[in-house]
């Protein structure tokens, strides 16, 4: 029984040569939406716009209660214009709270704080993120343990231990109980997990670098977009945290936010006077922002490039 070949289609299309010109307007089409800029809608611009001045409305009230006298302030409804007193009411802060030595302990504890968090996270986030050693899953449940504990049960024995070392009413002992935070550690952590490569740790080891070296020279470069957000915040909470300056200072050597409490000592409170000295307490976290928040910025986006 023999069998008869069927004649070949030819009216079949061929898809080789038929997909080719679909494929290249797809990845022409894909490019020109690529290239494309979106521009937001309307809505997205009212909302902003709302969350802007609720943002901005609280140094706005602040400089307005500044700016007028404890009267005026008291009055309902409340100014909404800034008053003529703002310089006065600035002069006053500054000399009945001796702002001056309070901002330069203030900056002092918190570029202390804020330099050894990031160093120590970065080292301790790069060890839980890149390397292999027996309990590191343990430790860094442990690390992430204490974030879970009140920091208000640990005043009684952190008091007692720095007024044994001497430290009491002394500025080390406000900066050595914070030089890290599990925070920090853990922000470092999830953030080298997903930006540094292991090829790069295994390239340096394949060079002969240890651990030390493969820090300064690979990872570093990789976590300093991560590392400037990371000393922003610490920075910024060193700079405004009360309470365990307030347990372990006095008067004599404030920082920013315990000199303000000078400010509200009385039977009738200034709130012009108070308001003042926050004002005062905020200037340099602002300044710091206008000078540094484009670099910081840029270095995020940087980084999520990257990763």
Do not use: C
């Not at 024995?157 to 406000?174: D, I, K, T």
């Not at 394949?206 to 590392?227: E, K, Q, T, Y």
């Amino acid at each position: 029984m023999t069998t008869q070949s069927l004649p070949a289609r030819t009216d079949a299309p061929d898809r080789t040569s038929a997909a080719k010109p679909s494929d290249r307007g797809g990845r022409r089409l894909l490019r020109q939406r690529a290239g494309r800029q979106h521009h937001a809608g309307p809505l997205a611009y009212v909302l902003l716009a709302i969350m802007a001045i609720l943002s901005i409305f609280p140094l706005y009230w602040t400089m307005v209660a500044a700016s007028t006298d404890n009267t005026r302030v008291s009055q309902t409804p409340p100014p909404f214009l800034p008053g003529p007193n703002l310089f006065s009411n600035l002069a006053r802060a500054w000399d009945e709270a001796a702002m001056g030595k309070a901002m330069i302990n203030s900056l002092i504890v918190a570029g202390v704080i804020a330099l050894s968090t990031v160093m120590f996270a970065t080292l301790a986030g790069f060890a839980f993120a890149k390397l292999r050693f027996k309990g590191r899953n343990v430790l860094l449940m442990l690390v992430i343990g204490t974030m879970m504990v009140p920091p208000q049960l640990a005043v009684v024995p952190l008091f007692m231990m720095m007024s044994e070392l001497g430290w009491s009413q002394q500025l080390p002992a406000v900066i050595f109980p914070t030089l890290v935070s599990a925070v920090g550690v853990f922000f470092m952590r999830q953030y080298l997990s997903e930006a540094l490569p292991d090829e790069l740790v295994e390239a340096g080891r394949v060079d002969g670098a240890h651990s030390l070296r493969i820090f300064w020279s690979i990872v570093l470069p990789v976590a300093r977009p991560a590392m400037a957000v990371l000393f922003m915040i610490t920075f910024v909470h060193a700079w405004n945290d009360f309470f365990w300056p307030f347990v372990v200072l006095d008067m004599t050597n404030p920082t920013v936010p315990v000199a303000l409490t000078q400010l509200s000592a009385g039977y009738v409170r200034d709130q012009s006077l108070i308001m003042a000295g926050a004002l005062l307490g905020t200037l340099p976290l602002l300044a710091m922002f206008i000078v540094f928040g484009r670099q910081i910025v840029s270095g995020i986006m940087a980084g999520a490039v990257k990763g």
